[in-house]
């Protein structure tokens, strides 16, 4: 059965399917930053360099690791970054 209605045609009122495109292209964007974390998780993987810090080359903690596998940061590094923020 096929639909006349646009694929970002909005779905809730008050919204117009620009701002639905616009919507979508943001959650998009954060798929994609989140395929790249994997991608380069998996990269490293292949090097055999996973599970290390990428800014101290220290240990990623397990518990990290089973946090979020993609994960490329010690927690020292990564509350380092976060306070620069
Ligand atoms: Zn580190």
Redesign the pocket.
């Known amino acids: 059965m096929k639909t006349d209605l646009h694929p970002l045609a909005p779905s809730s009122p008050g919204l117009t399917a620009e701002e639905c495109g616009q919507a979508a292209r943001a959650r998009l964007y954060t798929y994609a930053q989140k395929l790249a974390r994997i991608e380069a998780a998996l990269a490293r993987m292949e090097k055999g360099c996973y599970g290390f810090?990428l800014?101290?080359e220290?240990r990623i903690g397990l518990l990290r690791l089973e946090a979020d596998p993609a994960e490329a940061?010690?927690e020292?590094?990564d509350i380092g970054r976060d306070s620069v923020r």
Do not use: E, L
């Open positions: 810090c800014t101290c220290g940061m010690c020292t590094c």
